[in-house]
Each structure stands twice: as structure tokens, then as C-alpha cells.
């Protein structure tokens, strides 16, 4: 089912939905870039269609909502712990093909990986549903079509995106429809938009051999990269998270711990007893980052992790490029391929 | 036939008296230090037609165009008009050139327009600036600079203006990566930091600059809606007592300087002593004569300041005296 809206109509169905759902969305937060005067678009709980920013990509990703960049977990107190509370009604986020692609390997990750699911994680996702923000063209840095994200799975609700000054929704719930018709201008058939071409295109190895970890091409990372790592935080399918157990220092018996997001980019990540550290240069964060997300992700799940939304691009400080490195490391592959071959 | 220039309307009128008898240079204000390209070609064509082929750079960020024969200033404020229409300058008569020189140019570093570390429009601000102050002939400098680095060197300036940004903090996004307290204390002066996985800042050693911002990886931190500034007083360069500027006024809103700028012409009609060479005196040696009171009296006339001002109730000096002593040991 498909349906053309007026904006005040799209407005309506959103507010409707608002009685049985929050929303979760990418709003422009004035003034909270990095730089004076500047802007970002990161997730929010909106109310309204006017508070949601659909012609730009989003800076952070939606996975905010489902693995926090802060969240704490539990409080515990001598020999009593007691859950944090949190608030699980049921939330409609919406985002874009690559980022539903993206929620598929945070479930693989935090509930489908071993033997255990994440309950704390498990406790957001039951209560979560998506919608699609259609992509008729592809931004900046984007290369979704390279990684096979660009057309979206099944597991959105509806679908919204902007055309001929008004919205197209395809409705994929049926208990949705009601509400699209109510507030409808028209029926339509409507195939919610892809990207199919990117400007940005990159070039995944099939095989990766254990060689490529000594290769030279990491060491210009090591000069360039700040180790800051926004690129992971605005991923939408980093899941790395470390633990703080904090003790209240006026009493030091009782405390809470938080779960927070961590890096493999930023420092302390590969901290060991001892003052060891094991990925220690910008080169090789860069390295295991870079294989994780084209490679080793791959290896143990079948399909990779990355899903070229190119937020990490975007937002590096120092220009350096996930795009054309994974293109540094096929063309590597490639040339370390025939010299072996050569050997032979 | 001889020559006969009012030497000192000339000067008034933004040209220099140069060493090379009949030639005079031609003073271009650029407040704010952005020129447009239109206007920076015109600059070339005064030099190549009227001058001897060179534009000098000056210290304040305007140029001056020298070898430019007595007789031809006419034309040449008639060719300055152009430069002048687009800086927004204030003038009193078309086609005459400026109408003052005593109040220097503006200064503005880069800013917010392309410095990662600006935390204002400086070029914006310095416009805005000269439009209020200027033409005088008193002797006034003011410069802005976008964050305590102090690229435009506002402490050797009457009134030097830096910008501040007040540092929003969600411990929500926070997760406690500690780049801002890294940076903080390698960039700037160390008044972050970790408490319980979060991060604490000390509010009185905090000089706004933005280092953390800049750094952070999540937006945790952001900067403040509103834009301050830190304002330092009297600074100066010169053959008696030069001596930076010190702080009198911080997270002070941009139209409270406005106002103090315009107020301080009032105090130097007031208080300048009549037999200053040329009518010129550096403020600050008005206030080392009047006291400090009289001239925040003066200053602050009307002024509101804003709830989070911070005021110096006294302002000291330091720099060496000349007038008192030139010994080195």
C-alpha cells in the first residue's frame, strides 16, 4: 500500500503514531557542531515532521537509541543490586537502507553472537520498530551500492521520503494504513527509493592473507590519524562498549555500573594489566578497524560489517578516508597475490 | 609653482607624510582584515597608476599605498571610493576619501569564518565595530581575536577582545574517552577533569576557549548558544611605558563592548591632555592620569552588563617604564 501525503498530512499520521509510539529521528541541532556556528544532525525524540531533518544524513548514526553512548546498566549496593529503570515504550525510529542493513549486525551482535543476548540490550530492541527515509540520491561520501546496502531489508513499518513538494509512504504494516489513509491526498504504488549509483566506490578483497597485517600501507594512519575516534562513534555498526563501576565516593559501599560506548580508535582500548597495550599507533587501530568492518566481521558471520553509510568519512577531522583505504587494501591484496604466484 | 598642503587635513584625511618631499601614501582601512578581491584589485590599480608600483602591509591589516604624488590625493580618494563603498566604511563625503585616520583600523583574526578554533565572526564583529566608532580622530586601537590563542595580539591594543565560548556539557553523550581533559591541559590551561567516568570542569580556571569542542568525539560537549568575551584594557606599544593590555571584563556580551568603545571617546573629549602632540594620546596614559574609576565611570555609562559578567574591581599594569629608567641589568 502506498499513499501521497501534503506535509500537514504526513504531520497528522506522525502525530497519530505519536499516541502509540515515540519517534526517533535525525533532527539538525542548531549551534552544536564541533566548530562555532555550526551544526549537527545527530538522533532525537521528535513529536513533529517540522523537528525531523530529512535532507541531510544524519552525522551520528541511529544506534544511539539501541546501544547508548551512556547507559547505566545497574546500582548496587552491599549485597543488592536493582536494575536501572528505563523507558521501553515503544519507539518507530527512522532511518535509511544502510542503517536498517546496520540494526541487522547490531542484533548479530549483541544477540546472536555466543550463547548469550544482551538483556540489557535485548530490553530496547523488543520495543523498537523502523521506518525507511527513502534515498533518492546519494550523498557525500556515501558508497552503499559498493557494499550491497543501498536497497533496503524487510523490517520497516513504512516508508517516508519528500517528492514534488509533498511525501510519498509506502505502508508494509497493515495496522498502519488506516491512519496513511485517513490523512492521505491519494493512494499510490509507491517502491520506497534507493540509491543505485554512489560517487564513492569501493572495492572489497574476497581474501584477505595474514600478510596484509605487516604491509607498509598502515603506516601513513600512523602519522595521520588523531586516534579520536568519531569515526566509530558515528558508525551506525561500531558496538564496542567498555564498563565503569563507580563507587559514590560518600559512602564507597554503594555505586553503579555503566556501560559506555569504547573504541578501538581511541586510547585505552587495548590496555592490559601491566601498562600493556596492544594496538598502540594510529596505524594499527586503523588496521584492525578497517579489517574488522571488510574482513574479519565477515569471517565469523558471513557478510560484512560495514555498510557504507560513509559517516566515518564524513566526519574524520583529518580527511583520512575508510572509502579508500578498504581501496588501498584491495589494490595491497592484490599486488600481495602475485607475489605469490611469482613465487611459485 | 610651489606646493601648499594643509599637512595636517592630509594626515586626517588618511594619507601619510612621507620622507620623500611631494609624495604621500594613501592609507586603506580594512577593518576586520577581509578585503574583497574587487577591492584588492583596485588597491593594485592606485599603486600602479598613482603610486610607485608597491602595496605595504601594515601591522593593523590595512594597506598603504606609497609614492603617490602630492597633487594627485583628489583622484585618488576619488578612486578609493569603490573600496571604500564595499568595506561598509563610514564616510562623511563621497569621492573625498576618508574622513579620519586618528582611530585605527579594526583587527579581527580569521575567526569563526574559517578557523577551527574561532569562537565568533570576528571579521563580523570588527565591521560591526568600525561602524560605531569610526570616523574619529582620537586615537583608539581595538582589535578581535577569535579564542585565547590571541593570533591578532589584542593585548597590545586599547581594547582587545577574545572570544569565549561557555562549554555545555551532556554526561549523557559523555563517555569518558578523556580527549577533552588531554587536550584541555596540552592546548590550553588543564581545568578538566575525571570524576566517576565523567568529566568535571573548573569553572573559574575555564577561559572558554572551546578546546574541548573541538575535541570532543560524541558532542557531550558543545558550546554555548550565547557568544562571550573576555576584554582586555590599555595595552600599548610606544616609547614610554608599553605594556599589554590586562583583563577587566569576562563572558561580556558583544554589545556591552560596543557600548564601552563608544563611551570611552566621551572620557578621552573629557580628560585628554590639551597639549597631546597632534590631539593623539594613548588612552591608557589618560587613565594612569585620572585613575582607574574615572575611566570605568566614563565606560560604563548606560552599560548593563550581563548576569554572567565577571568584573575586575582594579586593573593593574605591568611593562617597562622608559620614562623612568633604561638600564639593563
Known amino acids: 500500500m502506498g499513499y501521497v501525503l501534503s506535509r500537514e498530512g504526513l504531520d497528522q499520521v506522525l502525530q497519530g503514531l505519536g499516541t502509540e509510539y515515540r519517534l526517533y529521528a535525525p533532527v539538525l541541532k542548531m549551534g552544536e557542531g564541533r566548530f562555532a556556528d555550526t551544526d549537527v544532525v545527530r538522533y532525537d525524540f521528535v513529536t513533529s515532521l517540522d523537528q525531523i531533518e530529512l535532507s541531510k544524513k544524519s552525522d551520528y548514526a541511529f544506534k544511539e537509541l539501541l546501544t547508548p553512548l551512556s547507559e547505566t546498566l545497574f546500582f548496587f549496593t552491599e549485597g543488592e543490586v536493582k536494575v536501572a529503570d528505563k523507558d521501553v515504550r515503544d519507539v518507530i525510529v527512522l532511518l535509511r537502507a544502510c542503517d ?7 542484533d548479530q551482535m549483541y544477540l546472536a553472537n555466543g550463547t548469550e543476548k544482551d538483556w540489557f540490550y535485548q530490553r530496547i530492541r523488543d520495543h523498537v520498530r523502523f521506518a525507511l527515509i527513502g534515498c ?14 543501498n536497497v533496503a531489508p524487510e523490517g520497516w513499518v513504512f516508508s517516508l521520503e519528500e ?6 509512504c509506502a505502508v508494509a504494516d497493515g495496522t498502519l494504513a488506516g491512519l496513511f489513509a485517513e490523512h492521505a491526498d491519494a493512494e499510490a504504488d509507491v517502491e520506497p527509493a534507493h540509491v543505485v549509483e554512489n560517487d564513492t566506490k569501493v572495492r572489497v578483497p574476497e581474501n584477505v592473507p595474514t600478510a596484509i597485517y605487516k604491509h607498509q600501507m598502515w603506516d601513513e594512519y600512523t602519522v595521520r590519524c588523531l586516534k579520536c575516534g568519531r569515526c566509530t562513534i558515528a558508525c551506525p555498526t561500531c558496538t564496542c562498549y567498555t564498563m565503569q563501576d563507580v ?86 591484496v592484490d599486488a600481495l597475490g602475485k607475489e605469490v604466484d611469482g613465487d611459485e | ?133 569610526f570616523p574619529n580622530n582620537r586615537h583608539v586601537k581595538i582589535a578581535f581575536t577569535g579564542c585565547s590563542n590571541d593570533c591578532a595580539h589584542v593585548a597590545l591594543n586599547d581594547f582587545g577582545i ?37 568529566i568535571v570542569r573548573d569553572e573559574d580556571l575555564c577561559i572558554g576557549c572551546g578546546v574541548c569542542v573541538n575535541y570532543c568525539p560524541t558532542r557531550a560537549w558543545t558550546r554555548s548558544p550565547e557568544h562571550y568575551f573576555r576584554l582586555k584594557i590599555m595595552g600599548r606599544t610606544g616609547k614610554q611605558n608599553p605594556r ?51 575611566f570605568v565611570k566614563w565606560a560604563l555609562d548606560g552599560v548593563e552588563l550581563g548576569p554572567k559578567c565577571e568584573r575586575a574591581s582594579r586593573v593593574y599594569w605591568g611593562g617597562k617604564r622608559y620614562d623612568r629608567s633604561n638600564e639593563l641589568k
Open chain 1, 247 to 332: 563507587f559514590y565516593t560518600d559512602n564507597g559501599r554503594v555505586g553503579e555500573r555503566r556501560r559506555v560506548a569504547a573504541s578501538c580508535m581511541i586510547d585505552g582500548y587495548t590496555d592490559v594489566a601491566g601498562g600493556g597495550q596492544y594496538r598502540r599507533t594510529g596505524g594499527e587501530r586503523m588496521r584492525f578497524k578497517v579489517l574488522h568492518k571488510v574482513h574479519d566481521f565477515r569471517a565469523r558471520f558471513g557478510y560484512d560489517m560495514c555498510v557504507g553509510c560513509g559517516r566515518c568519512d564524513d566526519i574524520c577531522p583529518e580527511y583520512i578516508s575508510f572509502a579508500a583505504c578498504v581501496n588501498k587494501l584491495a589494490d595491497a
Open chain 2, 162 to 198: 577574545i572570544g569565549m565560548t561557555e562549554p555545555q556539557y551532556d554526561r549523557d553523550r559523555c563517555i569518558g574517552c578523556e580527549q577533552c581533559v588531554k587536550w584541555c591541559r596540552s592546548r590550553s590551561v588543564g581545568a578538566l577533569s575525571v570524576v566517576n567516568g565523567k
Open chain 1, 100 to 106: 536498517l542493513h546496520a540494526v541487522k549486525r547490531l
Open chain 2, 1 to 133: 609653482m610651489s606646493l601648499d598642503v594643509n599637512v595636517k587635513a592630509l594626515m586626517k584625511n588618511a594619507f601619510r607624510q612621507s620622507k620623500v618631499r611631494g609624495e604621500t601614501a594613501s592609507r586603506v582601512r580594512v577593518p576586520g582584515g577581509l578585503i574583497n578581491a574587487e577591492s584588492m584589485a583596485r588597491v593594485v590599480e592606485i599603486a600602479q597608476e598613482f603610486g610607485n608600483g608597491t602595496i605595504f602591509l601594515t601591522n593593523r591589516q590595512g594597506m598603504e599605498i606609497p609614492g603617490i604624488p602630492l597633487e594627485k590625493v583628489p583622484e585618488v580618494n576619488e578612486r578609493l571610493q569603490a573600496i571604500i563603498d564595499d568595506s561598509g566604511v563610514n564616510q562623511e563625503e563621497r569621492g573625498k576619501g576618508y574622513p579620519a585616520a586618528g582611530t585605527r583600523n579594526v583587527v579581527g583574526c580569521p575567526g569563526s569564518r574559517l578557523c577551527p578554533f574561532g569562537c565568533y565572526d570576528t571579521t563580523a564583529l570588527a565591521r560591526r565595530m568600525d561602524k560605531a566608532v
Open chain 2, 244 to 294: 599589554l593590555a590586562e583583563d577587566w571584563l569576562k563572558w561580556v556580551d558583544e554589545d556591552s563592548i560596543i557600548k564601552i568603545a563608544q563611551n570611552t571617546y566621551a572620557y578621552i573629549d573629557e580628560h585628554i591632555d590639551p597639549g597631546a602632540p597632534g590631539g593623539k594620546e594613548h588612552i591608557g596614559y589618560i587613565v594612569d592620569r585620572t585613575g582607574f574609576e574615572e
Open chain 1, 136 to 149: 533518492p540520491s546519494s550523498f557525500e561520501n556515501c558508497f552503499c551500492a559498493s557494499m550491497g546496502t
Open chain 1, 163 to 168: 517528492a514534488d513538494g509533498g511525501y510519498r
